[in-house]
């Protein structure tokens, strides 16, 4: 017995439009996408009534907080979470406590992702032991425990010759350094960005070199080893710049960009108390959210992640400066890049559904991600007209940390399927 998707409706390539057909889903796998009428007998079947369907999301830059955080999520709440917000695959950062740099670790996340995960969860392993920065970690084990890439996030490689060595390492076994962009010496005491906010609050600001200063510093060191170099979470204008000038070049650099980014700059945030404001990096000028725009418009910034940083409602009470930086972002990503960007005819829902699927999966080589027949039954039905405001009491994360509330948005998705398996349904 298989499972027929019935009436949906998926996006025609490069038409900018939809069609109505019914997928066959036997084994886990797209067995048929079709548009005539199926005889369902002896099938399940799933009425989609003209809903979008797609393929998972990918988000290759997630926090599930296990080992160590629990209180601020766990494995089993952070994939019901990303489920919800219609993703399938998510590659979770090492700066758990323990860190994940040692095979035990990765073998730890694997297994409780087997057990208690409901997307599939892909691990990275830490650039240095204990993401201290002094000493590399073992990258062949790691690789062989089945991490997707390294990267020290949470903190930037402060030493030059360390990341230069990791990249030599990583490029020798033909995998992925994936950087968080930030020369300490710059933060130092900063909550927000150095811009309007800060000024107008007296705070000291964290200004957008401290960010750029790494890009170029790991462009030049990527273009000397040939590693496979990617930038987290781009915020700054001189970054895109950079990333731009690094691939005209012919130098292996691809990028990623946040919603936040992409939608908020630090002129809206509201006041010093509202921690929900509060990431890494910070929001930047609305010049800055222009810039990451158009890199990502126009290829430089490569794909849309969430960075999903739950934290407790108690750590971001304390206000701007004291509370813990980030966010969390699967439940709302698609609604709002959908809303403020597809609906107002800026893109297309192609390009943004691409960003989300095929691009982090091509970028990556991972096998999914493409709605085709062959390929694993990862989808996702999404409800392009419903409207609906952002309540995060609702949330299947742990985390309430948004600074979307009350946001009135469309494009929510309704059922998410994994390997052909139901996994989150409305």
């Not at 009436?7 to 067995?31: M, S, Y």
């Not at 927000?192 to 007296?202: P, Y």
């Not at 299947?396 to 509330?405: D, H, I, Q, V």
Request: net charge negative; hydrophobic share 40%.
């Amino acid at each position: 017995m298989g499972t027929w998707i019935i009436n949906g409706r998926v996006p025609v390539r490069g038409q900018n439009e939809l069609a109505t057909r019914h997928l066959f889903i036997e084994d886990g796998k797209i067995a048929a996408i079709g548009s005539d009428v199926p005889d369902t007998n002896g099938h399940e079947v799933i009425d989609a009534k003209g809903k979008l369907v797609s393929a998972g999301f990918i988000d290759m830059h997630v926090h599930l907080r296990e080992p160590g955080f629990e209180y601020k999520e766990t494995i089993a709440t952070g994939t019901r979470s990303a489920a919800r917000g219609g993703y399938t695959t998510i590659a979770c950062m090492p700066n758990t406590r323990p860190v994940i740099d040692k095979v035990e670790t990765v073998k730890y996340v694997l297994d409780k992702a087997e057990k208690e995960g409901i997307v599939r969860v892909l691990p990275y392993g830490c650039i240095s032991k204990n993401q201290l920065g002094r000493e590399l970690t073992d990258f062949a084990a790691l690789k062989e425990a089945g991490v997707v890439g390294f990267t020290d996030d949470g903190v930037g490689v402060q030493s030059a010759q360390m990341m230069k060595d990791a990249m030599a390492l990583a490029a020798s076994m033909n995998m992925p350094v994936i950087a968080h962009c930030e020369d300490n010496t710059l933060v130092e005491g900063g909550a927000v960005s150095e811009g309007e906010f800060a000024r107008k609050h007296g705070l000291k600001g964290i200004p957008n070199e401290s960010e750029a200063i790494h890009v170029g510093r790991d462009i030049l060191l990527a273009e000397a080893t040939g590693v496979h170099y990617h930038v987290c979470h781009v915020s700054a204008e001189q970054s895109v710049r950079l990333i731009r000038h690094g691939k005209q070049f012919g130098i292996k650099v691809t990028s990623e960009v946040c919603p936040h980014h992409l939608l908020l700059s630090d002129e809206d945030i509201p006041g010093v108390d509202d921690a929900n404001w509060k990431m890494n990096p910070p929001l930047r000028t609305p010049k800055d959210v222009e810039a990451v725009i158009a890199g990502l418009e126009d290829g430089t910034i490569d794909i849309i992640v969430t960075d999903h940083a739950p934290h407790s409602e108690e750590e971001k009470a304390r206000g701007l400066q004291m509370a813990p930086f980030g966010i969390v972002g699967f439940e709302t990503a698609f609604p709002l890049l959908y809303t403020k960007f597809v609906r107002t005819g800026r893109w297309t829902l192609e390009f943004l559904l691409d960003r989300m699927t095929s691009k982090p999966a091509e970028l990556f080589g991972l096998p999914w991600g493409v709605l085709e027949v062959g390929r694993e039954a990862d989808l996702t039905l999404i409800d392009l007209d419903a409207e609906k405001a952002v309540e995060p009491s609702e949330f299947l994360s742990k985390g309430r940390n948004t600074p979307f509330t009350g946001w009135k948005l469309y494009g929510w998705p309704s059922l998410t399927m994994v390997g052909g398996k139901t996994v989150w349904s409305e």
